[in-house]
């Protein structure tokens, strides 16, 4: 960026009505492009723009009499694209009108979206290295279905790229990269209702628009405008800032004073490094906002019934989180969202500072590991944090995996180099990400420790039956194995859940349980009152209990055995509903839960 270009545009900025504080100059930095410096200590500093110099809806029927109201951005997207790659084709006066700001938007903004193949690889196993594809697919869906319905430009001019995003699902990596990004890195002049110029005029909007209900209360919630010069302070979270419109005048206030030589920033809300560098291009090193972003995919079916009967499971939409202008639902979306809204999936957001994110994530594991029972009872609730700390556990695995792989080996890497700045960004990207898992995995622990110790007197381990029902591991185990003429030395149980089961199963047959067992008597009984109609065939038979019944039944002379196929799915059945396993324990613990 020239000099002289932030200073014409500056110039150009006063002249229309722009007031800036004495002692603020503008000026370039390779690492954040344009900055605002305060060259003396100032109190307040005080920025006011007037509505004229304001890019928004309004200016659209200038361009385009032909536009109508709806999807005003992508309107705007075009406009702004024409303004600034349009030249004589711009029928009115604002692309000479905005010449000096137009000249110095950034040719390109940093984020993902635009990265080359390499750089991507540094992205692999995060949420954002599998977001760029299908958001790009996004965009270029919203171009496309917009120069087909609107006469904005001549077919010929667009032919090509229609092509192209025909076959989008077929193109690789590189050759989207060459497609739509080389032409802007290159510089070369594009044709303005291009893919590619529609994609700088996306990026551009998502990096530096503000929502336009700002100063009209009476449009559409998602509606965006540019507001020239102010647009040029950087984000930092500490600043604290007001914006207002007051008599024809957007102003930018910043509440508190500051030093010399400091410079002055805007603040663009509470953004993790995932907003901050899909949105625009940069990271900060120990974001307190780091979230990481956990989708689950239901069926439509599922989500309808959660939001009839079950009011407390609270499905969070992205407007419940979402700090970005752009992504603000429109005004016209019903309150209670309808089950379509979550047919991608429905996102959750965990991150450090607030405590209580995973309980939403806790109540839908819960509710979807509740088999029979309720889904806040025992059971299911510590079910629920199993499967979520597995789940954790994963994306944690997925994100560790790729962290000592450097570059992608299948890309040429002659033809493409890994620019260090977007490096650095990925680094601090995922290693922000690494650090919110953890802490949530170190939560869901101290949670699972806080719930072992609270309810202790319903929960049933093997450990506490060795201690308390000496008569099971002393006399009725082995007194069994004789009856079926197998030594107990030779028989393996795989793991708790089935000394759990054959517990069960020869406490009913000696109706021999301890008082302090009653509990699991009765839940058994009750469950078999549910379950004693169905019908067990061995043809569809889970190998687990097919594993069992063979080391337990099978083989014996007795005849009259009392243990019985049916007794076995029945029991594994029952302990499966009434009990949870510890997965992540080196060694798998299943521990029987009372209703
Ligand atoms: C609204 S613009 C601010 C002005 C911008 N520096 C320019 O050159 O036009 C937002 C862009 O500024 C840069 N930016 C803002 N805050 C930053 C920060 N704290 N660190 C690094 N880059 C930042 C990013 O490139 C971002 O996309």
């Not at 309107?75 to 905005?98: I, P, Q, V």
């Not at 419109?245 to 603040?267: M, P, R, T, V």
């Not at 889970?542 to 083989?555: A, C, K, L, V």
Request: aromatic residues 12%.
């Amino acid at each position: 960026m020239e000099e002289q270009s932030i200073q014409r545009l500056i110039a150009w900025g006063k002249f229309q009505g722009a007031a800036l504080p004495e002692g603020v100059s503008f000026e370039y930095s390779d690492r954040k492009g344009i900055r605002c410096v305060c060259e003396k200590s100032l109190s307040s500093p005080y920025l006011t723009i007037p509505d004229d110099l304001i890019i928004s809806g309004k200016l659209i029927p200038l361009e385009f009499p032909e536009a109508d109201h709806k999807r005003g951005n992508t309107w705007l997207k075009f406009l702004l694209a024409k303004m600034k790659f349009g030249g004589e084709e711009c029928n009115s006066d604002l692309s000479e009108k905005f010449r000096p700001y137009l000249d110095c938007l950034p040719k390109i903004v940093d984020c993902p979206l635009v990265w080359n193949p390499r750089e991507l690889s540094h992205l692999a196993g995060t949420n954002l290295g599998s977001s760029v594809r299908p958001k790009l697919k996004d965009i270029l869906t919203e171009w496309y279905r917009f120069v087909k319905e609107n006469e904005v430009t001549e077919e010929a001019a667009v032919s090509s790229d229609c092509s192209f995003y025909k076959d989008y699902g077929q193109l690789s990596d590189e050759s989207i990269f060459r497609w739509l990004v080389e032409p802007l890195s290159n510089g070369s002049t594009l044709q303005w209702s291009s893919a590619s110029a529609f994609l700088w005029s996306h990026l551009i909007l998502l990096s530096r628009a503000f929502p336009h209900y700002i100063i009209d209360q009476n449009v559409d919630q998602a509606s965006l405008m540019l507001l020239p010069i102010i647009d040029l302070l950087n984000h930092d979270y500490h600043s604290k800032v007001e914006w207002g419109f007051n008599e024809g005048q957007f102003s930018f206030k910043k509440l508190d004073s500051i030093e010399e030589d400091a410079e002055l920033c805007n603040n663009y809300g509470c953004k993790g490094n995932e907003e901050l560098l899909s949105g625009y291009g940069f990271v900060l090193e120990e974001n307190p906002f780091d979230f990481v972003a956990l989708k689950i995919k239901l069926p439509l079916e599922t989500i309808t019934t959660i939001l009839k009967e079950e009011p407390t499971l609270k499905i969070p939409t992205l407007d419940d989180y979402t700090n970005f202008a752009f992504e603000k639902q429109s005004q016209n979306l019903p309150n209670k969202p309808e089950a379509s809204v979550f047919e991608d999936g429905i996102v959750y957001f965990i991150n450090k500072l607030n405590a209580s994110c995973l309980d939403p994530l806790l109540n839908m594991f819960a509710y979807l590991c509740r088999g029979n029972s309720e889904w806040h009872s025992l059971a299911s609730k510590f079910n629920g944090l199993q499967n979520l700390r597995n789940a954790l556990e994963s994306k944690l695995a997925a994100a560790k995996s790729f962290s000592s792989q450097r570059d992608d080996c299948s890309i040429d890497s002659s033809k493409y180099e890994v620019n260090s700045y977007r490096r650095h960004c990925a680094r601090i990207y995922r290693d922000g990400q690494l650090s919110v898992l953890k802490d949530g995995l170190k939560k869901l622990k101290a949670m699972e420790k806080t719930w072992l110790t609270e309810y202790k007197d319903r929960l049933l381990t093997v450990k506490k039956i060795t201690k308390y029902d000496k008569g099971f591991f002393g006399e009725e185990l082995p007194a069994y194995f004789e009856s079926i003429d197998r030594k107990q030395d030779d028989v393996v149980f795989e793991n708790n859940f089935e000394l759990l089961v054959i517990w069960i199963l020869i406490k009913i047959e000696n109706n021999s349980f301890i008082e302090k067992h009653d509990w699991v008597s009765e839940q058994y009984r009750n469950f078999l009152i549910d379950a004693k109609n169905e019908d067990i065939t061995s043809d569809r038979m889970d190998p687990s209990i097919e594993s069992f019944r063979r080391r337990m039944i099978n083989g014996t002379t007795q005849t009259d055995r009392t243990i019985t196929l049916k007794k076995i799915v029945h029991t594994f059945d029952f302990v499966q509903k009434n009990s949870f396993t510890r997965i992540s324990s080196s060694n798998p613990d299943t521990i029987m839960v009372r209703n």
